[in-house]
């Protein structure tokens, strides 16, 4: 569903690195933000498609108004045509009030379609439509509505490989892939992980008024991990180091990979997790045992067992 719609004002590319990867997807964002032409990101899960895409809308002269974000996989086919076209009242069952769908409420902005590969067939016929003609009917009205909407879409698959199986719309496309970019996953940019680490810990110190480091060691670490979850695993990597960590700088021994360490320490969190592991963690987000249970990866109860442990030994 829409994750996103609102009002967009920095005149800026929030993207970290210095890999020479990094440096041409910055020089595809300028030229993008100057064109009104769609486009299309391609990349795996976590290299941040939609960075690149609110980069992109930031930069053009459609920065003033909505950039509004939905993601193809997150809804049903049953409300697909609803939430992105809207409707009238009456249009059907439930359908007490008008409603404006999504793409009308991305009018002179941006309209940034995540996994644009999961749209159902059907509805990849509309969005072709309305890409084509630059107009849309809300269910249950006769009238076309005339709209100024530029589209971004980005996929983590393969379409070439979907179109052959006749999965997705070869007219679709080629409509969407006027300007294209294939966002390289992060192990093969690698030194863009010194930079990205020390920005996630900058925005966490500041956060939390503490001045958090990592030492040498735990970067290198990190350097000669494959990150199949990208950047957005990055950051929960440091962000569960930094909730074992006994004080504000995460070492080479806090550092975890894999989801099957996580299984693991969920298996075996009585053994590893200390009471007083425990206590320290739910000191560090202010009692919020649900966040503390999160970063320790343990159940609640689990958590709740820890502290009666440690209040018994005061």
């Known amino acids: ?20 990867h990094t440096k041409e997807l910055k020089h595809f964002i300028k030229k993008a933000a100057k064109s009104d032409c769609n486009c299309l990101l391609i990349g795996e899960t976590g290299v941040g498609k939609d960075i690149v895409a609110k980069s992109i809308h930031c930069l053009s002269k459609r920065r003033d108004k909505h950039f509004v974000k939905f993601n193809c996989a997150n809804i049903s086919e049953d409300l697909f045509e609803s939430e992105l076209f809207g409707h009238a009242k009456g249009a059907f069952t439930g359908a007490t009030t008008n409603k404006t769908g999504l ?23 509309k969005l072709l439509d309305i890409i084509e003609d630059k107009e849309l009917r809300r269910l249950g009205e006769n009238k076309s509505r005339k ?26 496309f080629f409509r969407i ?14 030194q863009d992980i010194p930079l990205l680490v020390k920005s996630y810990l900058e925005k966490k110190s500041l956060e ?12 290198s670490k990190l350097m000669n991990y494959s990150f199949p979850g990208n950047v957005r695993e990055l950051e929960n990597i440091l962000e569960r180091a930094f909730s074992l960590s006994n004080s504000g ?32 963690t739910i000191k560090k987000f202010n009692g919020n045992k649900t966040k503390a249970a999160k ?4 159940s609640r109860p689990t958590l709740y067992e820890l502290e009666k442990k440690a209040n018994k030994y005061k």
């Open 103 to 125: 793409i009308e409420k991305a009018d002179k902005g941006t309209f940034f379609f995540n996994e644009i590969a999961d749209a159902y067939p059907y509805t990849q016929a």
């Open 1 to 20: 569903m829409a994750e996103g719609t609102k009002k967009i004002k920095e005149k800026r590319i929030d993207l970290i690195g210095k890999s020479q």
């Open 208 to 219: 939390l008024s503490q001045n958090i480091i990592i030492n040498k060691e735990a970067v």
């Open 295 to 298: 970063a320790l990866c343990i």
């Open 249 to 280: 700088e995460i070492t080479r021994d806090e550092i975890e990979f894999t989801i099957s360490n996580i299984a693991y320490l969920k298996k075996e969190s009585k053994s590893n997790i200390t009471p007083e592991k425990a206590i320290q």
């Open 177 to 190: 892939n006027v300007l294209f970019f294939h966002i390289k996953p992060l192990r093969e940019r690698k």
């Open 147 to 172: 709209i100024d909407v530029r589209f971004i879409c980005a996929t983590n698959k393969n379409i070439s490989k979907m179109m052959k199986k006749a999965e997705f719309r070869e007219d679709l």
